[in-house]
């Protein structure tokens, strides 16, 4: 097996000073680098619908409870800001994907559904996603996979509890 970019920076960084732990940088560094070239993906099948990711996160945040939710509901299940949310919103908005309704008690509030298209939208798109997903992962087999997502929930559930961002 070839080494990694992450390899390469953590023997230089122990050829320049060997008393550094590095071990860090090997878990970190590796889920950083992954992060970066998914991102550069960008999600083929999103992408061909003319989505990014962070739209997308939001539609199926209101198709998956399958109920309205408000824009701050919305900007805490996608790990948003409210500014983010409301920008990614107007877009949806102007592409008819979603609606928002005005609280009837607090004029403040709005409230977001799923236009018809907009479902129909997410649920034609969610399988296609799932499988291009499923193709980035292809080289890992199927216990690798297990193990990988069984490692990572157990980080993600530690620095939900240590650095915040807990869902409830």
């Given at each position: ?59 199926g ?8 939710l ?18 990614r ?46 193709s ?15 490692r ?17």
């Amino acid at each position: 097996m070839t080494d990694d970019i992450v390899a390469s920076v953590v023997r230089q960084w122990q050829a320049v000073n060997p008393e550094l732990d590095t071990g860090p940088m090997e878990i970190i560094g590796r889920i950083n680098r992954c992060a970066a070239l998914l991102q550069q993906a960008e999600d083929a099948p999103l992408r061909s619908a003319g989505l990014t990711r962070a739209e997308f996160d939001l539609l199926g945040a209101v198709r998956r409870t399958d109920r309205e939710l408000t824009p701050g509901e919305l900007a805490r299940e996608t790990f948003s800001s409210g500014a983010a949310v409301t920008k990614r919103l107007r877009a949806l908005q102007d592409r008819a994907l979603v609606e928002r309704r005005g609280d009837d008690r607090d004029r403040r509030v709005a409230h977001v559904r799923l236009t018809d298209e907009g479902r129909a939208l997410v649920d034609r798109l969610l399988p296609e996603q799932l499988a291009y997903e499923r193709s980035v992962l292809a080289g890992l087999d199927l216990p690798g996979r297990d193990e990988l997502a069984s490692r990572l929930s157990e980080l993600l559930v530690q620095l939900e509890g240590r650095l915040g961002g807990a869902r409830r």
